[in-house]
């Protein structure tokens, strides 16, 4: 009986070590179905975002760089399914990660994007939710949790069914 | 569970070989004209009773110091293999390791990376091994350690005439017509450090039974060891980033959850200096390698901590804890975490100058400065002249298409598309400005951009280090050295001495020394009419004795 249980539980260090192991990697991103980590930042018009402030709304979180472009490449998308989904309760959040105001600007100008876009300038929403490389994309249901991480660019096809899968 | 009980009244466990109260024989399991083997006193390892059940097998598997061994050198082996070639860590970062090490050493090289060498500690197979490994030393010291303590507890001072007998150490005295002075024997055995244990004229002499725990101890030392690494694992135990700040620039430090803040004063980096006094030593190996000898490479930081509850992109509240010069082996420490200077980048572009003239005339109309990192849209110069930013490459080059881009966010090749605007070009002047480069994309200017000057700054890349499985693998390494000292230079040595009608019989064991105990022995019975007591494994070699000392 002894027996059994001293191997029980070395039987589960093994395994846990393993597992432990295993994760490792993937322990360092986002875990699907978390709460995804609150924030503020404040958009080019000069509205505060709190991702909090959304509860009830799905978020479309993106993390993107000018000089990036698979980023630029699915900004007009973002930019059309933004206005389909406004009003069905689905925000689009755009945080860049960190650059110059001019730069920023000019390339929001430049795309004509409606949706917020902000400047994590200290890095810190970036350290928050893993992000490396650009883009990705995380989205947040209605109870604020992450429901999936995309890395790399998204068709238009694919920004519309995220968005129809986190419309509350 | 089924239990023995010996003529003498004691009861064993099952599988007990020799009575632990009277070192009797109870298991009938040992030839009887043999010395006795005493290993683990002859009590009841689970392993060498029970061999039935998957449990039994299971126990009996780990406990064997075969496996162990084995286990051992496997672990060894594949940790010489994992040498071999450089581990993913160390392998270029361009090219995936699933390419890496077929390209650079051909099948082995595949071999290798398929059977996950190029990873070797977190190889599955490898951890398994490791895993079995620890669960060897513990099961083999479970099954060990707990039948010999009881054994050793429960030993009684009269031992049974066979078990006396087939000590490797004994002797009979007939004592009949002498006076054997026991209160002497005594006297002399405490003098030499033994406890006494006497019953009616017989005497049980220990001493130094505590060695016999060194084999367990080192390895409870051992399993610490073991548990240090696997907590690394765990959240909050361990941290090694590496984060980058420019001069000026203050960032989180990554691993501590936005707890501090790090700024970078400076980065000074220094070589040695033919023509500077301190450095007068070094002429000649300047001269020898004729390049520039790094002598110091210094970040100057300021150390803040997080106060309050401040969320991620919300101005943090930072309260200054201290400045501190990070240099090579000297790192700034505070609340275990340390920071090591580990690489550095000098000279990266930071603000440029630029003057707005007249081409023929060269007349100025005022200089610009532009912050690589944060340009404005707009200059104001003097009255009616200004100059607008169109557009503003860090890094640029130009596009398949002829379009010019940018590679990075990093201001390595900064470019610029600048409009003049003046009182007699209202409109304003478009000019492209790169690095040695002034295009006019609109045709002939009156006006350029004229360069001015370039403000440089450094960077620096330090190392986040935060371990707080160090205390324990210590302690486990700690463990491990008093487990080895301990068996290792102390032996636990018994004297038996029984009286049995006119005879005195003498009996030692060791686990360890023969020659020891022979020694204290010889001092103890010396002058006594008691025979010195005989080594009987000595004495076999010559001529097998076995019967006659049994009879």
């Known amino acids: 009986m002894m027996r059994t249980v001293i191997l029980l539980l070395l039987g589960a260090a093994l395994v846990y070590a393993l597992y432990t192991n295993f994760t490792k990697d993937t322990a360092n991103q986002i875990q699907m179905g978390s709460e995804a980590p609150n924030f503020v930042l404040t958009d080019m018009d000069g509205n505060e975002h709190k991702l909090s402030d959304y509860r009830g709304q799905g978020v479309m979180l993106n993390f993107w760089g000018t000089w990036c472009k698979p980023c630029e490449y699915e900004m007009p998308y973002m930019e059309n399914q933004y206005h389909a989904y406004k009003d069905q309760g689905v925000q689009i959040l755009a945080v860049n990660v960190g650059e110059s105001n001019y730069a920023v600007n000019s390339f929001v100008s430049r795309h004509n994007l409606s949706f917020p876009v902000m400047i994590d300038k200290g890095q810190e929403v970036q350290v928050a939710y893993r992000v490396d490389p650009l883009p990705v994309t995380f989205l947040i249901d209605k109870e604020g949790k992450v429901i999936d991480r995309i890395t790399g660019s998204l068709t238009e096809a694919k920004i519309q069914q995220h968005m129809e899968k986190i419309k509350p | ?551």
């Open chain 2, 1 to 551: 569970m089924d239990e023995l009980k010996c003529e003498c009244g004691h009861v064993n466990p099952t599988g007990t070989i020799l009575c632990e109260a009277c070192g009797k024989a109870v298991g009938n399991r040992q030839n009887e004209n043999k010395l006795l083997d005493m290993r683990y006193e002859g009590s009841a390892r689970r392993s060498q009773t029970y061999n039935k059940s998957i449990i039994d097998k299971i126990w009996n598997f780990f406990s064997s110091v075969k496996v162990g061994v084995s286990l051992i050198v496997i672990a060894l082996v594949a940790s010489s293999i994992g040498t071999i070639f450089p581990q993913e860590t160390y392998i270029p970062s361009t090219i995936p390791a699933s390419e890496y090490y077929e390209q650079e050493y051909g099948a082995f090289g595949k071999l290798y990376y398929l059977l996950g060498f190029h990873n070797l500690y977190s190889s599955w197979w490898y951890l398994v091994i490791i895993g079995m490994l620890g669960m060897s030393i513990l099961i083999a010291s479970i099954d060990r350690f707990f039948p010999l303590y009881r054994s050793l507890k429960n030993q009684k001072v009269v031992r049974h005439d066979s078990f006396m007998k087939r000590q490797r150490i004994f002797g009979i005295t007939n004592v009949s017509n002498q006076e054997v002075n026991l209160e002497q024997i005594t006297e002399r055995l405490k003098k030499q450090r033994y406890r006494i244990r006497e019953e009616n004229g017989n005497i049980l002499a220990e001493k130094g039974r505590f060695s016999r725990w060194g084999p367990y101890v080192n390895h409870i030392g051992l399993i610490i060891f073991l548990i240090g690494g696997l907590l690394r694992s765990v959240p909050g135990m361990y941290v090694d980033k590496v984060v980058w700040l420019r001069e000026g620039e203050m960032k989180e430090i990554p691993g501590t959850n936005g707890e501090y803040y790090l700024k970078n004063n400076a980065f000074i980096f220094e070589v040695y200096d033919k023509g500077n006094k301190e450095d007068e030593a070094f002429v000649k190996a300047i001269e020898k390698t004729g390049t520039a000898i790094a002598k110091n490479y210094q970040s100057n930081v300021t150390l803040y901590k997080q106060e309050g509850e401040v969320l991620p992109g919300e101005k943090p509240q930072l309260q200054k804890v201290k400045d501190f010069e990070i240099k090579v082996n000297e790192p700034l420490k505070h609340d275990h975490y340390a920071l090591y200077q580990v690489d550095y980048k000098l000279n990266e572009f930071s603000k440029m100058s630029f003057y707005l003239m007249d081409k023929k005339t060269e007349e100025k109309f005022g200089t610009l400065t532009i912050d690589l990192n944060d340009p404005k849209p707009s200059y104001q110069l003097k009255k009616g002249y200004s100059v607008e930013l169109m557009s503003y490459f860090p890094d640029f080059e130009f596009k398949e298409n002829g379009e010019p881009t940018t590679k990075t966010r990093i201001p390595n090749n900064p470019a610029f598309i600048f409009k003049m605007v003046t009182p007699d070009k209202p409109e304003g002047e478009v000019s492209f400005v790169a690095i040695r480069e002034n295009i006019e994309p609109a045709g002939e200017n009156v006006y350029k951009m004229a360069f001015a000057g370039v403000e440089t700054r450094n960077a620096t890349a330090l190392t986040v280090r935060k371990d707080l499985t160090l205390g324990i693998l210590f302690a486990g390494g700690i463990i491990f050295m008093i487990g080895v000292v301990q068996g290792a230079y102390w032996n636990h040595r018994r004297i038996w001495v029984k009286r049995k009608g006119e005879e005195i019989w003498i009996a030692g064991h060791t686990n360890k020394n023969w020659h020891g105990l022979k020694r204290d022995i010889a001092l103890v019975v010396q002058t006594t009419p008691l025979f010195e007591p005989t080594d009987q494994l000595n004495e076999e070699k010559f001529s097998n004795k076995g019967e006659e000392i049994s009879g």
